[in-house]
């Protein structure tokens, strides 16, 4: 590494630039913009600088520098730069996945309309990006039915000029044919034309249009035309159904949200015209080497906006956060669009509840990203190895189990547990277990009572003789395979519990941690204080995966447990019915549902059911009925 004090530069103007550090294999490694050069790099030479900070500066080996008018023309440059550098240290976020886009090749003399994923080209005009392929492929087929605008591909389009055959598409309206002569180049383009207002502007012009043209044919007793438009026209109020929600219709502009967790960050946008969402898109950020204090908002607006054409651009942009650099960002997106832009943080009312959708959408593209990272063999091996070297284990904990607990007041309590081979689930050795409310009525004592019945069958396995099972065809049971470390979801209470467990057992050489929701500690056993993981820790995220999918596993159990459990309570109200005829009752008709749908007929052919009770079970299940219902996938009684 390089002393800073070996290239600070002696003289820096006092004047707004953009400077750029280099390493000594000559690389930009940061690129930053200043009002006053001489200022902000002053800082970056002193004493006390942040961690990245430190390690960026005594990386680099020079630094330059170039003087602009105006602070527009700063952040014009620095995007220019960041773009072709692609600096090491800068925030720089990135697609999360490939979107769908609509596009028109207007400049064709057969206008020509097609879905793709590939880079924006120069002639063609896109609309999107789509988030749901499947919602842009009906959009797209109900597009073509209106507007029968030619989609086959160039080769397809020659092939029937040559032969003076349409194609399919043709064939059933949903092309015009210009191959074949059913329309003139003038009229092809007059509908795409149509095509590319009603994308533009949406249905506002569309609609009257075609009501009128119905109105007109069922006149004129064109009563198949008018039929052909009335099915355009409930197709495309359907369509605007589906991607207004209960927007209002005068909502314009796009909204922005920035979620971080950690080390990492998402942004995600959504595009709204005319209160209808039409388009949606999510951007990634691994900020381990970004600086401190690095203006995240500018970054996401270049990755947004950058190479967008003047349309794309709306005249308000809403945010969740204050930008750094408001005033120049609005003159920067000004300049591309023509017109004025202005950037808001709404703090109340409909615009602030749709942020909030925005910024769940950036967290859940945050999670995929992360789940992504997990099934990566190099990441899952290094947070092993990350784990192994904090705990200080003996060995790699190659399989790791983690239990949960979930119970309300003390009620149906569930535990489970879940296994990660390799950093990865091996969902095949999932197990749930049945808590015994007598003996374990709090969590700690449940977690007690779990991990002893979890090792209590790995000592019964393991004192089978494996060559033996081997003789006659067996194969060991899933319990036998010991795991090198216990995760369980809590804190020293938890621990203490599960290491109780163990001691019982004479169990040691099973490793055991607890992780803690609120903080993300680490508690060991017989410590009295936490372990912290550093906060870009690749083992800390893996033992956070590890902990959220025992929680699920058990949140899942838990309910289904509780629903049933609440379900089968109805018939404990019966009277004459005792459990012997309950069991009789759900073994053939499977749920209470399903009693409840029984004929009086088909109750009384159950075994030790007869006509009266029949009867009663009938009367009982119908009043109970009426008053409350029973929500399946909760198990919480509701209203009628």
């Known amino acids: ?365 945050l999670i995929q990203f992360l789940s992504k990272r997990a099934t990566d063999a190099a990441v899952s091996g290094k947070a092993l190895l990350e784990i192994e070297e904090q705990l200080g284990l003996k060995r790699t904990p190659l399989r790791i189990e983690c239990f949960d607990i979930s119970n309300i007041s003390g009620t149906s309590v569930v535990a489970s547990m879940v296994v990660f081979e390799d950093g990865l689930a091996k969902k095949s050795e999932y197990r749930r277990f049945i808590i015994d409310t007598t003996e374990a009525n709090d969590d700690t004592r449940a977690m007690h009572q779990v991990i002893t019945r979890r090792m209590k069958r790995l000592l019964n396995d393991r004192a089978v003789d494996e060559s033996d099972v081997a003789a006659i065809g067996g194969k060991l049971s899933k319990f036998s395979y010991p795991p090198q470390l216990i995760v369980v979801d809590g804190g020293s209470p938890q621990v203490a519990a599960a290491q109780r467990a163990l001691d019982e057992l004479g169990i040691t050489d099973i490793a055991l941690c607890g992780l803690a929701k609120r903080l993300e500690e680490v508690w060991l056993p017989n410590n009295a204080d936490p372990l912290i993981f550093p906060r870009n820790s690749e083992g800390l995220y893996l033992l956070q995966r590890i902990r959220d999918e025992a929680h699920r596993f058990a949140i899942t159990f838990h309910r289904s447990r509780r629903s049933k459990v609440m379900l089968e309570s109805l018939l404990d109200e019966i009277p004459g019915l005792g459990s012997a005829r309950r069991t009789a009752l759900l073994d053939r008709f499977g749920s209470v549902t399903a009693i409840r749908k029984a004929a009086v007929s088909e109750l009384a052919t159950t075994p030790g059911i007869g006509e009266k009770l029949a009867e009663t079970i009938a009367q009982s299940l119908a009043q109970i009925g009426k008053g409350e219902q029973v929500d399946m996938a909760t198990g919480e009684i509701t209203g009628a």
């Not at 120049?328 to 950037?343: F, K, N």
């Open 1 to 365: 590494m390089a002393d800073p004090a070996s290239y600070r530069p002696k003289e820096i103007p006092e004047l707004p630039g953009v400077y750029r550090f280099y390493n000594e294999k000559d690389k930009v490694i940061y690129v930053g913009k200043a009002k006053n050069l001489k200022n902000r790099l002053t800082t970056y030479f002193g004493s006390n600088l942040a961690r990245k900070t430190h390690r960026m500066v005594n990386e680099a080996v020079r630094v330059d520098w170039t003087i602009v008018g105006t602070e527009l023309e700063a952040l014009a440059l620095e995007f220019s730069w960041i773009k072709q550098y692609q600096p090491t240290y800068n925030v720089q976020f990135k697609d999360d996945k490939s979107y769908p886009y609509l596009a028109i090749s207007m400049q064709d003399e057969f206008p020509r309309i097609f879905i793709t994923r590939k880079e924006k080209r120069p002639g063609l005009k896109y609309f999107g990006p789509y988030t749901n392929a499947w919602a842009l492929r009906n959009t797209y087929e109900v597009l073509l039915k209106v507007f029968p605008v030619r989609s086959c591909s160039e080769g397809n389009f020659q092939r029937a000029k040559r032969s003076k055959r349409q194609c399919l598409l043709g064939d059933i309206g949903k092309c015009a044919a210009p191959c074949v002569g059913w329309v003139t180049p003038e009229q092809h383009r007059d509908i795409a034309v149509k095509l590319d207002a009603f994308m533009e502007k949406g249905m506002e012009d569309i609609l009257p249009k075609l009501r009128a043209e119905m109105d007109s044919a069922s006149e004129r007793e064109e009563y198949e035309r008018a039929g052909r438009i009335r099915d355009q026209i409930e197709s495309f109020e359907k369509a605007q159904r589906s991607t207004q929600g209960n927007l209002s219709d005068d909502l314009d502009g796009d909204f922005i949200s920035i979620h971080e967790e950690g080390l990492h960050a998402a942004g995600s946008i959504f595009m709204v015209r005319r209160g209808s969402i039409k388009g949606s898109r999510s951007w990634i950020v691994d900020q381990e080497r970004a600086l401190e204090g690095d203006d995240q908002v500018a970054s996401l607006f270049f990755s947004i906006y950058n190479g967008a054409t003047p349309a794309e651009i709306p005249n308000e942009i809403y945010l969740n956060r204050e930008p750094g650099d408001q005033l120049a960002l609005e003159a920067w997106l000004t300049q591309i669009r023509g017109a004025r832009v202005s950037i808001k943080v709404p703090q109340r009312g409909e615009k602030v509840e749709l942020l909030q959708t925005v910024d769940r959408n950036a967290h859940y593209a």
